[in-house]
């Protein structure tokens, strides 16, 4: 069992910075990907910045060049610094942490509770 605890969301206005970051402990050494994912109102959650064991990042074409995933490996934590923020980043950002699965194919994912990022205009 991993657990996940986020912080860090809020308003901002447009221009403006924020960062989240995801505290995760339980089982943490089976943790092999950690990343966040958002929900805006009426849209499907979708994938904002990931990154594996190895220190290899991913990003939504939307965030690039303006968000930054990072870890503390000692801390068993991971941020997002969002920089230029937009109305359109307003959204719930969940961390999200994957582990190996071990009864059926693919991997388990483990989810915080959700922080609020508000960019007002």
């Known amino acids: 069992q991993v657990q996940l605890v986020e912080s860090g969301g809020g308003l901002v206005q447009a221009g403006g910075s924020l960062r989240l970051s995801c505290a995760a402990s339980?089982?943490?050494?089976?943790?092999?990907?950690m990343g966040w994912y958002r929900r805006a109102p009426g849209k499907q959650r979708e994938l904002v910045a990931s990154m594996i064991s190895t220190g290899k990042t991913n990003y939504t074409d939307s965030v690039k060049g303006r968000f930054t995933i990072a870890r503390d490996s000692a801390k068993n934590t991971v941020y997002l610094q969002m920089n230029s923020l937009k109305p359109e980043d307003t959204a719930v950002y969940y961390c999200?942490?994957?582990?190996?699965?071990?009864?059926?194919?693919?991997?388990?994912?483990?989810w915080g509770q959700g922080t609020q990022v508000t960019v007002s205009s």
């Open positions: 339980g089982s943490t050494s089976s943790i092999y990907a």
């Open positions: 999200n942490a994957k582990v190996p699965g071990t009864i059926h194919p693919g991997p388990i994912d483990y």
